[in-house]
């Protein structure tokens, strides 16, 4: 039986520890991070949940003991706040999983599986419950790129979803597509000059989508697997403090150009136009970027307070 401990001040972390027992997990709750830490050194845990505001040390000082002495042990944060206003501190601890209070619970226990077993992380049939018809498109040129999400709109609307925003769809795909075709594959240089590229000859991006009943899901997986964690949190941190400089100026008027770049833009837009994501690596081996849209609310560009980084560093 895997155990979880939960760290939270507020009565929320009944609710949680309620739903762990019911599926199944052993389970020890505390309200501060002096508390987790005297857990931590008495038993063993499987996986860390915690408020990202806790009483006396807060909750990155809990992360960075836990990094510093159980880095084997996986950690999920959860809070009420929205995420870009410490995501400062995300980037700078390294943090992977932020989840919004309260959470969803398919969405929590599937994450928090994958977390402890690292069993079933890579493939779209694994973070959408009930598949049915999962396609696939090879993408092995950069002049595919516009065709294949064109094919994937049509083949949506055929399986009887309306997609709110097409705009939006757009974007997400085409952008983490290019982003696996160009950045992944070395040729940093032609995206910026705006080449179109064909991949060596065994390289290619795959495009998965399929549906259930409620629910369709996009993935794109490269198999080159250099995006890593701490790519991802400095592309959205990157994006955030991009935001922060453009309202600057239009208050000040203050000349930015020079200062904005298309860094971190596929992943940002992916953050805020996205229903639920995940990125999942494995160094040198393969990077799925997971994005599932519900059919209530399609691309509807309310960001969710939200990140999921699953990382597979077996050898």
């Given at each position: 039986m895997y155990r979880?401990?939960?760290?939270?001040?507020?009565?929320?972390?009944?609710?949680?520890?309620?739903?762990?027992?019911?599926?199944?997990?052993?389970?020890?709750?505390?309200?501060?991070?002096?508390?987790?830490?005297?857990?931590?050194k008495a038993y063993d845990y499987d996986l860390v949940?915690?408020?990202?505001?806790l009483p006396g040390d807060n909750a990155f000082d809990l992360y960075q003991y836990i990094r510093d002495n159980f880095p084997f042990i996986p950690a999920i944060m959860i809070t009420g706040k929205k995420i870009d206003s410490f995501f400062n501190m995300i980037f700078t601890r390294g943090i992977g999983n932020v989840l919004s209070k309260p959470v969803n619970q398919h969405e929590m226990l599937g994450l928090s599986r994958k977390l402890i077993t690292k069993e079933n992380i890579f493939g779209l049939q694994y973070y959408l419950q009930d598949v049915r018809d999962l396609k696939r498109i090879k993408?092995?040129?950069?002049t595919q790129i516009t065709a294949a999400i064109e094919m994937m709109i049509e083949q949506i609307e055929q399986w009887g979803f309306s997609i709110n925003n097409k705009m939006s769809f757009r974007l997400i795909i085409n952008e983490m597509t290019i982003n696996a075709v160009y950045h992944a594959h070395g040729l940093t240089a032609e995206k910026l000059e705006r080449?179109?590229?064909?991949?060596?000859?065994?390289?290619?991006v795959d495009l998965?989508?399929?549906?259930?009943?409620?629910?369709y899901a996009v993935s794109v997986t490269d198999y080159s697997g250099l995006?890593?964690?701490?790519?991802?949190?400095?592309?959205?941190?990157?994006?955030?403090?991009?935001?922060?400089?453009?309202?600057?100026?239009?208050?000040?008027?203050?000349?930015?150009?020079?200062?904005?770049?298309?860094?971190?833009?596929?992943?940002?837009?992916?953050?805020?136009?996205?229903?639920?994501y995940y990125f999942i690596i494995k160094k040198n081996t393969r990077s799925d970027v997971i994005i599932i849209f519900n059919d209530s609310?399609?691309?509807?560009?309310?960001?969710?307070?939200?990140?999921?980084?699953?990382?597979?560093?077996?050898s």
């Open positions: 979880i401990l939960i760290a939270d001040p507020s009565q929320y972390r009944e609710e949680l520890a309620a739903l762990y027992k019911s599926n199944g997990y052993s389970v020890d709750t505390c309200d501060s991070a002096f508390d987790a830490i005297s857990k931590l949940v915690s408020e990202a505001e993408i092995i040129r950069s080449r179109p590229v064909t991949l060596e000859d065994g390289k290619y998965f989508f399929c549906r259930n009943n409620a629910s995006l890593t964690s701490s790519r991802i949190l400095e592309s959205i941190n990157a994006a955030i403090e991009q935001e922060l400089l453009i309202e600057k100026s239009a208050l000040t008027g203050e000349d930015i150009m020079e200062n904005i770049s298309e860094t971190g833009r596929g992943i940002d837009l992916v953050r805020k136009l996205s229903w639920e609310s399609g691309t509807t560009g309310k960001e969710r307070t939200s990140l999921k980084i699953i990382e597979d560093k077996s």
